[in-house]
């Protein structure tokens, strides 16, 4: 593992450590989207749960970095992360899935994947008849992204990301971050 | 993350997003979130907590029914480790 690699491990435990040091962070940061001023006025998007909840399919959506084995890897070289997804076919065996994000501490998501991304309590709800079941796909970022790259991922990848699961007939998502 | 969830709603489909850092939250905007003042990469909490997991789960869904329009955010205040969920012993 390189230097920087390593580096980014320690920052990312150490705001695992302190949660009040995010928030500092934070504030002195913008998150709103690259394209807010030309697009101003534009309204925010929304839409209706199509059904009842109990006949609606759930995907779940996470930043925490999870890709199947076999798939590439999220990019840990590039300073501005990696805007692209994976996804994650429902039913995929746990042992199948791993995390690769070098800016947040994930080992409590290594021994448990459901503090991130809730794939078993999804699975419960859906026998206990409050969903309808899982989406046929979950899709998984690695929710480091930054400079010329938030513009990829607005303009790009998160578009796509949103046809494939209207592609896959998911009727609502669940996001978590890492 | 908020950006995703939004242009997941743009396309039709109604999300909810977990939130752990309420300053990226309320500069983003996602449709719907919840709010939980949780450590990074714990949005659902503990590993092997499961009656945790479940609430929190659960609370996003409810989200998805009730909330009447964008920007709802709900704050159940949930505090880490100290919180009893429906299912465990206190």
């Known amino acids: 593992m390189d230097l920087r ?4 491990r320690i920052a990312a435990r150490l705001l695992g450590m302190f949660p009040g040091l995010v928030d500092r962070w934070a504030r002195g940061r913008r998150f709103a989207q690259e394209g807010a001023e ?3 006025g534009e309204a925010d998007p929304w839409a209706l749960l199509p059904k009842p909840l109990a006949r609606c399919r759930i995907a779940l959506v996470t930043t925490g970095g999870v890709h199947l084995r076999s798939q590439p890897p999220f990019d840990m ?3 501005d992360g990696d805007p692209t997804f994976r996804e994650i076919p429902a039913g995929t065996p746990r042992g199948n899935l791993v995390i690769t994000h070098d800016y947040y501490d994930h080992r409590d998501a290594d021994r448990d994947l459901n503090v991130i991304l809730p794939l078993d309590r999804l699975e419960e709800l859906a026998r206990e008849g409050r969903v309808a079941g899982p989406a046929p796909l979950h899709l998984g970022f690695m929710g480091h992204v930054d400079g010329p790259l938030v513009e990829r991922l607005i303009r790009e990848t998160a578009p796509a990301a949103a046809r494939r699961l209207a592609e896959a007939g998911a009727d609502a998502v669940l996001l978590a971050p890492a | 993350m908020g950006l995703v969830a939004r242009a997941i709603e743009a396309a039709g489909i109604p999300t909810v997003s977990l939130s752990i850092v309420r300053e990226i939250t309320l500069q983003v ?13 714990h949005p659902l909490g503990e590993p092997g ?3 945790q997991q ?8 409810g989200l998805l029914e009730s909330a009447r329009g964008p920007g709802a955010l709900l704050e159940p205040g949930y505090r880490w480790r100290r919180h009893t969920y429906p299912g465990e012993s206190p």
Not at chain 2, 54 to 61: E, I, K, N
């Open chain 1, 5 to 8: 690699r390593a580096k980014n």
């Open chain 1, 38 to 40: 030309e697009g101003a």
């Open chain 1, 77 to 79: 070289r590039n300073p």
């Open chain 2, 29 to 41: 905007r996602p449709p719907r979130a919840l709010f939980l003042r949780w450590p990074l990469g």
């Open chain 2, 49 to 51: 907590r499961p009656a």
């Open chain 2, 54 to 61: 479940r609430q929190v789960f659960l609370d996003a869904l």
